[in-house]
């Protein structure tokens, strides 16, 4: 082990901790230090992924016991990239905050550093109750960012987000304490490996709760009614975090639950016919609402959710394929989502003909909608084989029925976007974010065989169990 | 309407939880082999379950005579170290939103105190600190620990705003107890990993299991705990009460 994985939750706490001792010091030398542990956060990110990459699983053991009489860290292919994408995107997407736009910038740069890392604790852990309090950090201070936007209206939003998410966690907290009752362990390996021995109807009711309590971070209809609110009220680069943060990490908590955690059951294809129909149910609900959206900000939220319904599905296919398929649907959305997001702010202020925003937002669209060579195609093109492989007949219609949908709503925003001159600059620093977000989506697209060689390496353990 | 449908809802929802606590099995005695649990890092089934080698060999691997602290801090300290940060994650969303939508100008009456409450706070304060400090610093023998120590004394702060209206903490001193308490917490655990050890694992003598100096790392996180939950419970009191930033 060159890197340890827990320093990537650990050090930006850290910062989080210290960063009101340097406040006197004003909002630029707190933004340098913010961005100092979060590019310090990245290149471990990075080193965890080309140790994965070579060397197959991470694992680390917390306090010396070994799990799951303690809790542990199970890095695998699929969360190695996961864990790489959030901290590469979340550092470059601090750069755009403004320090005199949200005053006081101390206790906003400490509320986003926990952000990243709740969100990258989500991701590692190989603990279920140690998710769920990763979750609970996640969700307050994701409320928080999102009340600080300019939008006043927002603070409502925030309130209907709390409501909902405190909700979906007890939910998820009566589900691990169903398990426990039970099996007496909270480790996802070990409840895995004697899933069967717990009794049918609780089982159900474990599972059930278990997806509504993420369902809620995760997007998934119904239990996403806070969605067009926040994503629709928040500044740009807020809504951007929360796609590549918190939400990237929720829809891949379900894909542990359901790959790992009910790996041993013996309802388990039940399980993943149910999250099917959710996911396919997300998928047009979104595509045909953010059709009838006029406001740019609510129709890329509905896109959003659109977007989450496809990632579910390809999990819910349960084979490699559909892992292979939902690892680049996640990168896809996280990078060119958030990069439209980032964009949606100038778009209000008037519009972005002839600028660098408006030709890093046509590259966005076309990858969000799957064209060759964004990493958004890829994701698709294996979610397609995956289902014909099975005979999945309505899953391909409902691929290819939305994706016409988004490309004739994304085209509208285009065009009404690039018809109209700017007004307002640009923050360079927005432009800089943007063109990392599309460049990584482009560059996974044009080398889609590094991480497709790679995930597919680690999913024949991950279906077997393993991690 | 709507309000029916809500209402029936959620009692179906109850309805089905109830169903399903009836069907559920009695749990049994935590020794039950049928609870033996798998290492995912061996492989292997083990002939304990986790509870019970948290009762059996608790006192031994960690040197604390509480298993729960024992669990609570090392056993599951990382778990821990989130739940310190929800409460800081709240404490500082409460305190970024308040000070950015405080209405200017509005100032409140301030009445005088009464004075028995006044008189009252002043006698009980020490010795609720004292309290809170002693429950804390005795989490590895006794129940009680960094949460509730922390606890207590926060509603000694609190005491003090009822009392004594114009009495305000200083928002800088608590901030700087706030940052190096966390920072403590964080710091033991990093000194493990420099050491060549995993996160969090216990590297001071675990002395003699009952005895205050015991437990290696176990009552300096615990003090840490009851800092940090000290200062940021009473921070969230003095930023809804509307103190100065």
Known sequence: ?467 | MRRAVSALLALLIFAYLFGVLLKAPIPGDYRDERYNYYSPLSGREANESVPDHYVERGEEETGSQNIVTSIVVLYRGFDTLGEVTVLFTAATGVAFLLSTQRSKGEKEKKKEPNFMASTGVGLVLPFILLVGAYIFVHGHLTPGGGFPGGAVIATGFVLMLVAYPRFQLREKKVSVVEAFSGLAFAVIGLISLIMGLTFLENYLPKGVAGTLLSAGIIPLIYIAIGFKVGSELSAIVSHMKGGEE
């Open chain 1, 1 to 467: 082990m060159v890197v340890h994985p827990t320093l990537l939750i650990v050090l930006p706490l850290v910062g989080a901790f210290s960063v009101s001792l340097i406040r006197r010091y004003g909002g630029g030398a707190i933004k340098l230090y913010g961005s100092a542990y979060l590019f310090l956060n990245l290149i471990i990110s990075a080193v965890l992924f080309m140790e994965v990459r070579s060397g197959g699983e991470v694992t680390e053991r917390i306090a010396g016991y070994s799990p799951p009489v303690g809790i542990f860290l199970a890095v695998g292919a699929v969360n190695a990239v996961l864990v790489l994408l959030i901290n590469l995107f979340a550092a470059f997407n601090y750069l755009t905050f403004n320090p005199k736009d949200k005053e006081p910038f101390h206790r906003f740069t400490v509320l986003y550093l926990l952000g990243v890392a709740s969100s990258s604790g989500i991701v590692l852990t190989g603990d279920l109750f140690n998710m769920f309090v990763f979750f609970e950090i996640a969700a307050v201070s994701s409320y928080a960012l999102v009340a600080s936007s300019k939008d006043e209206r927002s603070v409502g939003s925030a309130i209907k987000y709390m409501i909902l998410g405190s909700v979906g966690s007890t939910f998820m907290l009566i589900s691990i304490a169903l398990i426990y009752s039970e099996l007496r362990t909270l480790n996802l390996y070990d409840i895995a490996h004697r899933i069967g021995e717990m009794g049918g109807a609780v089982r159900t009711a474990a599972f059930t709760f278990l997806i509504v309590g993420i369902g809620v971070e995760a997007e998934i209809f119904p239990f996403n009614g806070w969605v067009p609110g926040v994503y629709g009220r928040s500044d740009g680069n807020i809504s951007s975090f929360l796609v590549l943060g918190p939400s990237k990490a929720a829809i891949y908590a379900i894909l542990r639950v359901l790959i790992t955690l009910f790996y041993g059951s013996s309802s388990r294809a039940v399980m993943m016919d149910i999250a099917m129909v959710l996911g396919l149910i997300t998928l047009v609900v979104g595509e045909v609402a953010a059709l009838s959206e006029k406001d740019p900000k609510r129709m890329l939220a509905f896109s959003s959710i659109g977007q989450m319904g496809l990632i579910l599905i390809a999990i819910s296919l349960g084979s490699a394929a559909g892992i292979v398929a939902a690892v680049f649907l996640m990168v896809s959305h996280a990078s060119v989502k958030s990069a439209l997001f980032l964009s949606s702010d100038v778009y209000r202020q008037g519009g972005m003909r002839y600028t660098l925003t408006g030709a890093l937002s046509v590259g966005a669209v076309l990858g969000l909608v799957g064209m060759p060579p964004f990493a958004g195609f890829w994701g698709k093109w294996y979610l397609l084989s995956g289902a014909a492989d099975e005979g999945l007949w309505i899953v391909i219609a409902a691929v290819i029925f939305t994706t016409a949908v988004e490309a004739y709503y994304l085209a509208r925003f285009l065009s009404r976007g690039l018809s109209m001159k700017k007004r307002g600059g640009v923050k360079p620093t927005r432009v800089i974010t943007m063109t990392v977000m599309v460049g990584v989506s482009l560059l996974v697209g044009l080398f889609a065989s590094v991480i497709y060689e790679m995930v597919s390496a680690g999913v024949t353990t991950l279906l077997s169990g393993g991690i």
